[in-house]
């Protein structure tokens, strides 16, 4: 990760990195209204060029994002997959790279101001996770996961991340790598910033759709993968206690990639070591995002 991000798109037009502006007014910023997606583009080691990963899947769910916040006169598909584009061509990463694109309100106001809308797109480095291969310590966390009919998960709002903070402020003050959420009741949600999958008995599950969950781009890879690899998957409610007795448990996001969990609230998951179903899930993941597999062409945008 030797590169640096030295320009970055506002608007549609390329700029220096340190020079893009917001007023702290904002209502982007006063009252949080701002929808992201957290994109990445991954190197092949063969051919050394860049391809962004379900780029079209990122793009239809910031659209959902921006009809649910009412914004006027959102910027188009086409112009938004064009800056995600030139974000990273601007750079010329020799690297792996994370893309941030967000959607907000650029104008003063209050809390029904919904123009003037701006958007920026960042293409950056990010580490890995360096738990990849050790795996997680995750605890289940004392805050509850928000609700659909307070502050919907589902779309990816910046506001949302709030809520998410809190949850991983205290779970690393309390000596974990990252908080498991619960619903209202009682029931696994997600983490704060990455699904949650667990293995019992050979079945890949994860919480439904209606867990107050993103809907992540990475669950349904994950999904789609398991059942080429044969595995049989299930999209159900989950227990906390069923985290105890699984067989295997791991995160899964664009920014987490696919990360093993080897502890939850300080007991070990089977046998503490990241599971033979995770790390196959984490292999095939890892060639359909970089492309040396031909499977899924349609997933990767080439820069
Ligand atoms: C709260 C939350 N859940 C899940 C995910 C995973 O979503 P995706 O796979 O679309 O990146 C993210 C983002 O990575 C997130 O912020």
Known sequence: MAWTAHTIIQNGKAIPFEEARIHPLAVGLAYGAAVFEGIRAYMNPATGRLSVFRLE????????GMKFMRFDNPPSRDALRQGVLDSVRANAPDDDCYIRLQVHIESMGNQSTTGMVGWVCAAIPRERSPKRESGLSLGVSSWTRIADNTMPARIKA????????IATLQSKADG?????LLTRDGKVSESAGACLFMVRDGVVITPARDSDILESVTRDTVLALAAELGLPTAERRTDRSELYVADEVFLCGTGQELVPAAMVDRLPVGDGKPGPITMQLQAAYESVVRGTTDAHAQWRTAV
Request: glycine share 4%.
């Open 57 to 64: 899947e990122h793009l239809v769910r910031l659209d959902q």
């Open 158 to 165: 910046t506001a949302n991340y709030h809520a998410g903070r």
């Open 176 to 180: 974990y790598d990252a908080p498991i």
